[in-house]
């Protein structure tokens, strides 16, 4: 029994404030990408877990096993299984690899035991595990505020390709938030992008794009914004940092130029791809 867990991009995120509650308050046009984990179940005696690559996820960072015992604690199933992660989507790379794979095992075990969950039962479950779970669960376009449990769902009429490249080190979510500074911070303006997506305007999508986060994450991995000159100078018409980093997205409308961007990349750094944002 098999799942896909598709990744996320952030096209325009705008830390707005940091609430008493110690969380940010987010204003974020997300979108599903193509690119995917895939999860296995296999039926067992007791519960284990795999990974390919083996990149020995840590039992309290490991969100598959995390969200299982959470369903498992509420709707009282029994059965036990081996979960085996083909794993494609890279950590620390503001994709939503962890969040993906704890959305696709949600809604997984949702429609396995026919649970009926309602889209707010599973927000609820999702938001304890991670604020990008609730967008995963979906995987549609959406606006998304609050800390990421507010979703406004939108069409996009905008078609382009995203080169998407991680530099070889990742940027910590906790230390990316923790450290930012509010008097400088960039705000960018997330209703027209929203725009942009929406009326296939794409240069507007250009000028509007940002990302608050982008200028802190540069500061810990410097490769960051190296990687953005790289794919500027690859024939990209804009390339900016997507979630809290460190993957660094580079767009075009034209697919050879994705090409050859990828080309160019693959063999210097981990983790290359092109990729198309998910409508269906």
Not at 4 to 30: F, T
Not at 78 to 106: C, F, T, W
Not at 149 to 165: A, M, N, P, Q, T
Request: charged share 25%; glycine share 6%.
């Amino acid at each position: 029994m098999k799942t896909k867990a598709y990744g996320k991009v952030n096209l325009c995120l705008d830390v707005v404030e940091k609430r008493p509650d110690g969380y940010h308050e987010l204003d974020s046009v997300m979108v599903p990408i193509e690119a995917y984990d895939e999860i296995e179940f296999t039926l067992a005696e007791e519960m284990s877990f795999s990974c390919v690559p083996d990149i020995r996820i840590r039992p309290e960072n490991n969100s598959i096993l995390k969200t299982f015992e959470k369903m498992r604690s509420i709707y009282g199933f029994k059965e036990n299984y081996h979960i085996h992660l083909n794993k494609r989507i890279p950590s620390q790379a503001g994709l939503g690899g962890g969040s993906s794979d704890a959305a696709a095992v949600i809604n997984w075990i949702d429609q396995h035991y026919q649970l009926n969950m309602s889209d707010q039962e599973k927000i609820d479950i999702g938001v304890k595990i991670g604020a990008d779970v609730p967008f995963c669960l979906f995987q549609r376009p959406a606006r998304v505020n609050g800390i990421g449990e507010k979703l406004r769902f939108f069409d996009v009429g905008l078609d382009l390709w995203i080169v998407l490249v991680q530099p070889h080190r990742g940027v910590s979510t906790r230390q990316a938030f923790g450290t930012l500074n509010f008097d400088t911070l960039m705000h960018p303006d997330t209703s027209s992008v929203e725009n942009a997506l929406t009326n296939n305007n794409y240069p507007l999508f250009l000028v509007s794009i940002g990302n608050s986060l982008e200028a802190n994450a540069i500061r810990m991995v410097p490769d960051i914004a190296a990687l953005k000159q790289r794919l500027l100078r690859l024939g990209c018409d804009k390339a900016m940092m997507t979630g809290s980093g460190s993957v660094v997205m580079g767009f075009t409308k034209y697919e050879e130029v994705a090409d050859r961007a990828v080309s160019n990349l693959k063999h210097q750094y981990r983790f290359v791809v092109k990729t198309k944002i998910r409508t269906k």
